[in-house]
Structures are given as C-alpha cells and as structure tokens.
C-alpha cells in the first residue's frame, strides 16, 4: 500500500498498524505535514500582510526627469517602432505627459529607444545624460531575444516597453504584491514575465500617476 500522508487521517485507525508501528517517531511525522499546511498559510498571510503594508516608493534614482515634452527617438536597427509608439501613446493617453515625436534622435530628445542582449532580462530603462539635477536623456532598451522566448511574447513586449518608458518618468518597479502606496491594483511597473494571471500589463498605476509622473509633467 502507498503511504499518502495526506489521507492518513481519513483511513480507519487499523491501517496504521501497517505503517512503521506506533513508537513515537511515527507521530511526527503526521504533525510534520501538518505543520507544514499551518507554515504555509502563515507564510502566504505574512506576505500578504506585508505586501499591503510596507509600500515605501521612493522615486526611480535616475530621475526626476526633466518637464516639458517627452520627445522620442529610435536608434538605428532599431525593428520594434510599433511597440514603442504605442507605448508613447499609452503614457500620453494615461497620464499628463506630453510627447513630441521630431524624426530622428537629436542631443535633447528624452527617450532614445534602441534594442539589445541584456544578460536575461527583458529590457532597461538608464538616464545617459544628466543635466542640472535632472534626467535630460534616457536610453530604453528592447531585449527582443530573450522578450521572445518568453511564454507570452506580444504581452510582455508590451509590458516591458511600458515599464520602461515608466523609469523614464521616474518611477520605480515592484515585485510580486509588494503594491506601490495604496495601490492593490497591478500595473505596468510589476517586475517579471507576464504569465496568463497577469492583469494591467500596459496601465500605469493610480499612485504612480497621481503622486509622480503627474506632479511632474
Ligand atoms: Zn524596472
């Protein structure tokens, strides 16, 4: 007979007599398994617990970003514009920025927007050139080889050119539930690979917009 400590409780106490007999090794290990039920739960509690609780956001490190239009560009052999100027739409739509497109990258355009190998993540969002306290220009990169080996490549090309344009406007990431402010509601900013649960992948999140890239812009 398999042993499933599982059901042990559910079997007539006679079967235990086939198990190792009933010394007291025997009984820890029932209560080991549920132990590990209850340290299970209480883990799953706590972090939920502190997912709604700890939620310091400070400002992406890179920013703030300068104000005014958040003009854009795109680096040569760069093959995804599509993604990249529904991202721009999406923020302009989403928030109070601004954008101007002006043809090609000059040394003021604020998102240069080029492609690359990042050594496994999806993309990186850098400040290249500071000026007077502020981010003058930004450097977002797509790594389309590894976006594209991801379960769901479309999506997280999407998410990941949100999130990115995100630090751009001087907002941090998050992981898991780890929410920023008040929010409970996903967002763009989420860090990680977009899986079918995920929700928000191309929104901004509420405390994202109202508390910084609003203020801002
Ligand atoms: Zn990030």
């Given at each position: 007979?398999?042993?499933?400590?599982?059901?042990?409780?559910?079997?007539?106490?006679?079967?235990?007599?086939?198990?190792?007999?009933?010394?007291?090794?025997?009984?820890p290990?029932r209560i080991s398994?549920r132990?590990?039920?209850?340290?299970?739960?209480?883990?799953?509690?706590?972090?939920?617990?502190?997912?709604?609780?700890?939620?310091?956001?400070?400002?992406?490190?890179?920013?703030?970003?300068?104000?005014?239009?958040?003009?854009?560009?795109?680096?040569?052999?760069?093959?995804?514009?599509?993604?990249?100027?529904?991202?721009?739409?999406?923020?302009?739509?989403?928030?109070?920025?601004?954008?101007?497109?002006?043809?090609?990258?000059?040394?003021?355009?604020?998102?240069?927007?080029?492609?690359?190998?990042?050594?496994?993540?999806?993309?990186?969002?850098?400040?290249?050139?500071?000026?007077?306290?502020?981010?003058?220009?930004?450097?977002?990169?797509?790594?389309?080889?590894?976006?594209?080996?991801?379960?769901?490549?479309?999506?997280?090309?999407?998410?990941?050119?949100?999130?990115?344009?995100?630090?751009?406007?001087?907002?941090?990431?998050?992981?898991?539930?780890?929410?920023?402010?008040?929010?409970?509601?996903?967002?763009?900013?989420?860090?990680?690979?977009?899986?079918?649960?995920?929700?928000?992948?191309?929104?901004?999140?509420?405390?994202?917009?109202?508390?910084?890239?609003?203020?801002?812009?």
């Amino acid at each position: 007979m398999k042993r499933n400590p599982l059901s042990t409780t559910t079997q007539p106490r006679r079967t235990m007599t086939t198990f190792p007999p009933s010394v007291p090794g025997s009984r820890p290990r029932r209560i080991s398994v549920r132990g590990l039920f209850i340290a299970a739960i209480v883990s799953v509690l706590t972090l939920s617990t502190l997912g709604s609780t700890v939620n310091a956001d400070t400002p992406q490190p890179d920013g703030p970003p300068d104000g005014g239009d958040h003009s854009w560009c795109y680096l040569s052999g760069f093959s995804e514009r599509t993604a990249a100027d529904a991202a721009m739409t999406r923020l302009r739509e989403q928030t109070d920025v601004t954008t101007n497109y002006p043809g090609s990258c000059g040394a003021k355009t604020d998102v240069r927007w080029t492609q690359g190998d990042l050594g496994g993540s999806f993309g990186r969002g850098e400040c290249i050139v500071r000026l007077n306290g502020s981010c003058d220009v930004y450097r977002i990169t797509l790594a389309m080889g590894t976006i594209n080996n991801t379960q769901q490549p479309v999506n997280q090309r999407s998410k990941t050119s949100c999130h990115e344009l995100g630090h751009t406007v001087g907002v941090r990431h998050y992981s898991d539930n780890f929410f920023p402010g008040d929010d409970t509601a996903h967002s763009c900013l989420r860090s990680g690979e977009v899986t079918g649960a995920w929700t928000n992948i191309t929104l901004y999140g509420n405390h994202h917009r109202t508390q910084h890239i609003n203020i801002t812009f």
